[in-house]
């Protein structure tokens, strides 16, 4: 998906996406269990390390995600900062009150959704869109018919965006010697919408056609490529084991808050 970024490839662009996905979730139920703050903060940072070392993109494009993960993940936890129960109030003003246990504990979230995030991203830069519905198709028995649909479907994005570029930069062109009162929001959204809708209409009318006429349909049939599973499936599967393990001695040995569980009322 992310090709045209790829400065050079990883072990993990051939680890099947079942392995990856079924690390991804495993991973999302381990850290709901996860209330040490510590162990969260160390996990979060390998991970990060993890992430950087592996994802085989140029790192503006990675930094670029890491930053927007980091701003949605502080984004959904403060809710549970400003209206968080605690005995230690750094701040109220009105129905407003921040405490420390509340901090902490809105900090451990964003903490838990950077972690998965950052998983989340690297499984995005090392997967190709392709080899995601091969694998569904020959391991997890998917209908052929579905995820060729799925994966058109996919391809016609960039197709629409292209368009899109044409069709303003043609826009741009006609307004020059169009009277601006005729060229108002309304008439440029009518501009853009109606014939970006009417060409990928028949972009897609034509796709269809084409997948009818080559036989794109349910039943036994042979594939081009192949997506097996390998040692460096197992190899990531060791990785993500020993991420949690050293995480966890990291917390224990060079603690950085003792904060032991963040449910706890008084954390202190």
């Not at 950087?52 to 809710?79: E, V």
């Not at 197709?159 to 008439?187: H, T």
């Not at 853009?192 to 036994?220: C, T, W, Y």
Request: charged content about 15%; hydrophobic content about 55%; some cysteine.
């Amino acid at each position: 998906m992310f090709e045209m970024w790829k400065n050079h490839y990883s072990f993990i662009d051939d680890v099947n996406i079942i392995t990856k996905l079924t690390l991804a979730i495993i991973l999302f139920f381990y850290i709901i269990f996860v209330h040490q703050f510590d162990y969260m903060v160390y996990i979060c940072l390998l991970m990060f390390i993890f992430l950087l070392l592996f994802n085989g993109i140029k790192f503006k494009i990675t930094l670029a995600f890491i930053l927007f993960t980091i701003i949605f993940s502080l984004i959904s936890a403060l809710f549970m900062i400003f209206y968080g129960d605690g005995t230690h109030i750094l701040f109220k003003f009105g129905f407003i009150q921040i405490s420390v246990e509340s901090l902490v504990r809105g900090l451990h979230l964003a903490l838990r959704t950077t972690t998965i995030s950052f998983f989340g991203i690297l499984i995005a830069f090392t997967s190709e869109i392709v080899m995601v519905f091969y694998s569904l198709m020959q391991h997890l028995k998917v209908k052929p018919k579905v995820a060729y649909a799925f994966m058109a479907a996919i391809r016609m994005v960039p197709l629409m965006i292209s368009s899109l570029v044409q069709l303003r930069k043609s826009l741009k062109m006609r307004y020059q010697i169009i009277s601006k009162q005729n060229y108002n929001f309304l008439n440029r959204m009518k501009h853009l919408i109606i014939p970006l809708l009417s060409q990928n209409i028949r972009k897609a009318h034509q796709l269809a056609v084409a997948m009818e006429k080559k036989g794109f349909k349910d039943g036994p049939r042979t594939y081009y490529y192949y997506a097996p599973f390998s040692y460096k499936d197992i190899l990531l599967i060791i990785i993500v084991i020993i991420i949690l393990i050293v995480a966890y001695f990291l917390a224990q040995q060079l603690p950085i808050t003792g904060i032991n569980d963040v449910r706890i009322t008084n954390i202190y």
